[in-house]
């Protein structure tokens, strides 16, 4: 077998696997090398459900959103198997951040529909409301079954002729004319690299002396036994523990119930740590939050499990280009949904399009700043 491609990605976690699919089906010769194996537990991308919305304060993510529903149900026709349960989302929490979703999914030619406190408890009768409180739901959001996901993904870039290498880890990049990737089991080379190492990445790129605000987490979901929940829409509170920080984000998960979560992570991830015990610490403060905000939920606990992601000081992806080397990182804790939407975005990378100006890796708002693990997701 050839030792030689068009490109290689590092990491086959959603980014990876979404831009070996869109590299593929531009026909490049691409392989794919990934440490623990796609989806293991120890990485961002593994579990069972994560939330899909199109409620974002920027219309581009908005448009990304729109296109990944697109794609994710492209996938399931081609897969026969579900992965996207979209029953909707009702947003609640500060009115800055409300005014400004409404404002930019209408912008991107999204529907959205503003809750008075009547409406608010029409969508989610467990949530107590005050008069004056208001929210917001719209319909293109829900549940996607993750590990489906990924067996998706999975599957079409195997089909597509993709070289998929792992348990396999990368030990050292070597630019050149063709950039050398060395595993601890062979030396491959290529024209592009995409290191899409999710919170691994920061340490790939400091050995290239590329330095990266990148501030991996560990977070903790908590999924209850419910199934009389899983119609209901996903709830996102945005500014639920002060001004600023994170809320609280659910979202329904057929065959269990329901998935309750901070949206904020903790410091403390260690690179080799591959199981993390629960916090049971975390998880009394989500039940006490439940007491205030939702005291009729059910309670019983089915699995709590922890993940890392990787902060970004302004919340926004990375995807751009140092030499022959592409960057697709910093998921800052929502980057799952976007799926195969997320592929296009570096393929055209390393087609050598300009990157979008709000992934950009010498934008403002990256320059000088440092990102914290303790940030809630702000996007
Ligand atoms: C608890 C939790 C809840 C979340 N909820 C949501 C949600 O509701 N909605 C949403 O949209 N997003 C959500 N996210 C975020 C989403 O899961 C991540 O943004 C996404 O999975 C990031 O994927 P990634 O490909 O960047 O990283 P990863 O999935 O971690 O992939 C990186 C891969 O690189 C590999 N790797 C690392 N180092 C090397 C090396 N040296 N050599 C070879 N391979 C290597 C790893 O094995 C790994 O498979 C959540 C994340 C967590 C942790």
Known sequence: MSNSF???????????????????ARRRRVA????????????????????????????????????????????????????????GQVDF???TK???????VREAGGVIDELDAAGLRRKLPHLLTAPGDIGLFHAQAGTVLSDTGMAALKAKVLGDGV?????????????????????????????????????????LLATLDIHMPLAPSIAQVTFIAAQELVDRPGIGE???????????????????GYKLAFSTGQEGWVPDVDQWQPD??????????????????????????????????????????????????GCSGH????????GPLVADVVDGKPAHPLLRRDRPSLVGKKAAAGDAISR
């Open 6 to 24: 068009d490109v290689i990605v590092i990491g086959a976690g959603i980014f990876g696997l979404a831009t070996a699919a869109e590299l593929a």
């Open 32 to 87: 794919v090398i990934d440490r623990f194996g796609s989806g293991h537990p120890a990485t961002s991308s593994t579990g069972r459900s994560r939330g899909i919305r199109i409620a974002y304060d920027h219309p581009f993510y908005v448009e990304l959103a729109l296109d990944a529903i697109h794609r994710w149900r492209a996938l399931e026709k081609a897969g026969g198997r579900q992965i996207l349960h979209l029953t």
């Open 93 to 95: 929490g500060l009115d």
């Open 98 to 104: 409300l005014a400004a979703i409404a404002s930019a």
């Open 163 to 203: 070289k998929l290498f792992e348990p396999e880890r990368v030990i050292a990049i070597e630019p050149g004319n063709l950039t050398q990737v060395v595993t601890e089991k062979r030396r491959l080379e290529a024209g592009t690299v995409v290191v899409a190492a999710g919170p691994w990445t920061g340490a």
């Open 238 to 256: 945005w500014g639920g523990e002060g001004e600023g920080l994170g809320g609280v984000y659910g979202h329904p998960v057929p065959g269990i």
């Open 280 to 329: 049971y610490e975390e998880q009394a403060r989500l039940f006490a939050w439940l007491d205030r905000r939702m005291p009729d939920f059910p309670r019983q606990v089915q699995l709590v499990q922890r993940h890392p992601w990787t902060m970004t000081p302004d919340g926004d992806f990375i995807v751009d280009r140092v030499g022959p080397v592409v960057l697709a990182c």
């Open 335 to 342: 980057a799952f949904k976007f799926g195969p939407a997320l």
